[in-house]
């Protein structure tokens, strides 16, 4: 390691390989994305202040999470999760299964486990938005459903509705709403300061005595050993050993299962009986399978929420064959599905990676969910990198930007929303899945609770200690975060401002009432080639990140200023089918298409102030790039528009965005919608063209190009033609 000292700090260096700005392939993006990861866990909340917290409780953690109410939003991303909390706190009045008194209230009448999933995703969701925002309203709401659990627990303690206890295991799912509104409660239990009339110790116990006493086998079936996390959590906060037992059990016995159902399933092939379901049982997490590197057969968010299990496990024990597992689980979601916006195709099994594979909104909350974990166990910057591409393109891409509405799936190409235009799978082909609702899917209404949750959990995860009683900067947007460092646990307060990702400077003030000495981590997303940190105006030399992280080690003092600075540079990434994307930094450009937005007030599930939104375009959009990939920088114009808007005060910063890019184009004539054979009318997104079948114009034009989040009708991969 090389240091250099200047003015009393030591700045951390390590090298790192830079990729160069030209054209990268699929592939060297996606190896790009996952290179150095030596490890994948996952961390729970910690109490802020150190007497609170038990001693060594996650002794392997590299980075660990601070609690609800350390980290204040500010700027547009305030804006932002105010907009987000009025369709939160909306959805109980407006829309099925998120009504007041229904499901985790006493509401024991359900056709499937599914209500009680979607009204407890909007619970924990709504919860954490309540907490980082200090909304105390949301609250009152999202807490009706914890309250109410908490105070009416079965005789031998269990949590839940009698329907889940001790009805239709529904193949592995009876138990995996828990799993959903337990997180609330860790979030409501974890929060600084505690909530009036909520009892830390009392949730703690209370699900102590649920998970010790419950007699169903979180084993079998398919998501039931999610509570595993929630287990977990509750060792931590009682130090029963008996739950560190039974999660290891449990994980150990369900890996042994699910090699049991490959062997099963190749028997079967062979001897030309019925293989296995469409899905695996066990989330196609057998080792051999994910140690293999092959494309996943699981449906996204099983597959992100059980394999982030045994990080969770590695905090707790130290063992070995736990990390390496879960490396290995999330390397198959980069080398095989990953798509340009940051999340992988899941619709709702993991598919391809072109232009109209599609992502299920649950599946942007839940693997940025799962890399936060990641982020955690590791320590690596790698994996903010992937938080930040999932949430400044595929969360904001499906969301509506008077946050009014969202998609249930999204995807790179979408060139109408409406309510039967659905190009991306067989199963749903033509339902209105893409258009931007309220509670898209209506009946299967899990996108409208979890949609909620991303957004919170990116703040709660924008600050982080490290081992050493440090602080880092993990994930970058307006804030402000409050914690103790250093040898003495001294309070520092670190505020951020910035209008990143729109703009490349981030400073950070320090407020103490005292001199501190401590390690502070600024995060180097791996695009970035030429970061440069200032100290109060005076440059502290080469930066060369280690894992991801400059550290400055010094004694700060009230009224320090540290500017980072990250140049973003253009680059193209190419796509199955002759495709082309262009990026510049964490943000991915698309071609935005003129719109005609309709709107429809659906009884039971949207309102006439917040009703279904169908979108059809007005604009073009048959044209290919003429880029050379080779030629990135020197062909595509980064250009700055001029802005009335303050950025500080953007409620859609995207939409305002002071960058935009202009690329070289020919329109392809005979390139036109796809349609249903069987109704004309009805029309598709249509695939991107075979190369040879078009004419193309000789006419060379420029594109103008902005960021994704900024689009709802969009093209982000483009045909690919000669520069």
């Known amino acids: 390691m090389k240091a250099d000292r200047q003015f009393g700090e030591e700045l951390d260096v390590m090298d790192q390989k830079n990729s160069e700005d030209t054209g990268l392939n699929r592939r060297e993006f996606i190896k790009g994305a ?144 828990n799993t959903v509104l337990n997180r609330g409660f860790m979030a409501l239990a974890d929060a600084q300061p505690t909530p009036d009339k909520v009892d830390p110790e009392k949730i703690a116990e209370s699900l102590q005595k649920h998970y010790l006493n419950d007699q169903a086998s979180y084993i079998s079936g398919t998501r039931n050993i999610t509570n595993l996390e929630v287990i977990l959590w509750c060792y931590e906060r009682t130090r029963d050993r008996k739950l560190l037992e039974m999660a290891q059990k449990t994980w150990d016995q369900y890996m042994k299962d699910a090699e049991d159902e490959v062997a099963a399933a190749a028997r079967a092939a062979t001897n030309g009986t019925v293989g296995r379901r469409r899905f695996s049982m066990h989330a196609d997490l057998a080792r051999s399978a994910v140690f293999a590197d092959t494309p996943i057969q699981s449906h996204g ?136 609702q309220p509670n898209p899917a209506q009946l299967i209404g899990c996108c409208g609770g979890n949609g909620h949750r991303f957004f919170p959990n990116y703040v709660l995860s924008m600050w982080m200690q490290t081992k050493d009683n440090g602080m880092a900067a993990t994930l970058y947007g307006p804030s402000t975060v409050t914690a103790k460092v250093g040898s003495a646990n001294q309070n520092v307060q670190i505020t951020q401002r910035t209008n990143y990702p729109f703009e490349e400077e981030i400073l950070f003030e320090i407020k103490a009432d005292h001199p501190i000495s401590f390690p502070l981590s600024l995060r180097i ?13 005076v440059s502290v030399g080469s930066v060369l990140p280690r894992n991801g992280f400059a550290i400055l080690r010094r004694t700060f003092k009230s009224g320090d200023v540290v500017t980072l600075n990250l140049p973003m540079n253009v680059k193209s990434t190419e796509w199955p089918n002759n495709g082309i994307g262009i990026e510049r930094g964490p943000l991915v450009y698309a071609l935005p298409i003129e719109t005609k937005w309709t709107s429809v007030a659906e009884a039971a599930y949207s309102s006439e102030d917040f009703p279904t939104w169908e979108a059809n375009p007005l604009g073009e959009w048959n044209y290919g790039i003429a880029l050379d990939p080779a030629n990135v920088t020197s062909q595509v114009e980064v250009k700055q528009k001029h802005y009335e808007q303050n950025l500080e005060t953007s409620a859609w910063l995207w939409s305002d965005a002071p960058t935009i890019l202009t690329v070289p184009a020919r329109k392809l004539e005979g390139w036109g919608y796809e349609t249903n054979p069987k109704e004309p009318h009805q029309r598709f997104t249509p695939h991107l063209p075979d190369p040879g079948s078009l004419k193309v114009s000789d006419q060379v034009e420029r594109l103008t190009l902005v960021p994704f989040g900024a689009t709802q009708l969009r093209m982000s991969i483009f045909p690919k033609l000669n520069g």
């Open 34 to 177: 996952v290179a150095g990861s030596a490890a994948l866990a996952t961390g729970l909340p910690q109490i802020l202040e150190a007497e609170k917290a038990a001693p060594s409780s996650r002794p392997y953690a590299e980075l660990r999470s601070l609690p609800p109410g350390a980290i204040k939003p500010e700027g547009w991303v305030r804006l932002h999760m105010e907009g987000q909390a009025r369709l939160a706190s909306a959805l109980p009045e407006i829309s099925y299964p998120f009504f007041k008194g229904t499901f985790w209230e006493g509401e024991e009448n359900s056709p499937a486990w599914f209500t009680w999933e979607q009204k407890a995703y909007w619970v924990d969701g709504a919860t954490r938005l309540a907490l980082v925002l200090g909304d105390e309203a949301l609250l009152v709401k999202a807490r009706a459903s914890l309250d109410y659990t908490l105070s009416h627990p079965s005789s031998n303690g269990f949590l839940g509705p009698k329907f889940l206890e001790f009805g239709d295991d529904f193949g592995g799912l009876n138990r995996w709403p």
């Open 301 to 436: 968010v099983s597959y992100a929420e059980i394999s982030k299990l045994p990080a969770i496990l590695y905090l707790y024990t130290g063992r070995e064959d736990y990390r390496k597992f879960v490396v290995a689980a999330q390397r198959r979601i980069f080398d095989h599905h990953m798509l340009i916006d940051g999340i992988p195709s899941s619709s709702e099994g993991y598919a391809g990676t072109t232009a109209l594979d599609e992502h299920e909104t649950c599946d942007i909350t839940d693997h940025a969910w799962a890399w936060t974990y990641v982020l955690q166990a590791t320590g690596e910057g790698v994996w903010g990198d992937h938080i930040e591409r999932a949430c400044f393109n595929a969360h904001a891409g499906v969301t509506r930007t008077d946050w009014k509405g969202f998609q249930y799936f999204g995807s790179p190409n979408q060139f109408l929303a409406n309510l039967n235009c659905d190009h991306g799978t067989e199963r749903w082909f033509g339902s209105r899945r893409l258009a931007y």
């Open 525 to 537: 997303p791996a695009w970035c080639n030429a970061p440069h940190i200032k100290v109060n105006g």
